[in-house]
């Protein structure tokens, strides 16, 4: 059975930094794109930042610049360090990955989530 698990979240004041970890446990053939995406209370899950295999890297307009996505391919981990953090970037945030079970079969697998909380 695949899991995601996460860590790194917790409590910082604006202006300071939190990374996040996401180690990918279980039986599969292949990762395929990684990702952290957020939800703050009362709003709908929204994608934070993805990198593929091959590293290519997308984000949101609003933590472009702040937030840096990486991965390591050896080790099944996704991170995301997060730096000049805003409280807007308030939220539950969660691990994603797309993944290839078999050559045959793929599917999307989702962390726990991790609270980042940051205050004014």
């Known amino acids: 059975q695949v899991q995601l698990v996460e860590s790194g979240g917790g409590l910082v004041q604006a202006g300071g930094s939190l990374r996040l970890s996401c180690a990918a446990s279980g039986s599969f053939f292949r990762i395929n794109a990684m990702g952290w995406y957020r939800q703050a209370p009362g709003k709908q899950r929204e994608l934070v930042a993805a990198i593929t295999g091959g590293g290519s890297t997308n984000y949101a307009d609003s933590v472009k610049g702040r937030f840096t996505i990486s991965r390591d391919n050896a080790k099944n981990t996704v991170s995301l360090q997060m730096n000049s953090l805003k409280p807007e970037d308030t939220a539950v945030y969660y691990c994603?990955?797309?993944?290839?079970?078999?050559?045959?079969?793929?599917?999307?697998?989702w962390g726990q989530g991790t609270q980042v909380t940051v205050s004014s």
């Open positions: 994603n990955a797309l993944i290839d079970i078999s050559s045959a079969f793929r599917r999307d697998y």
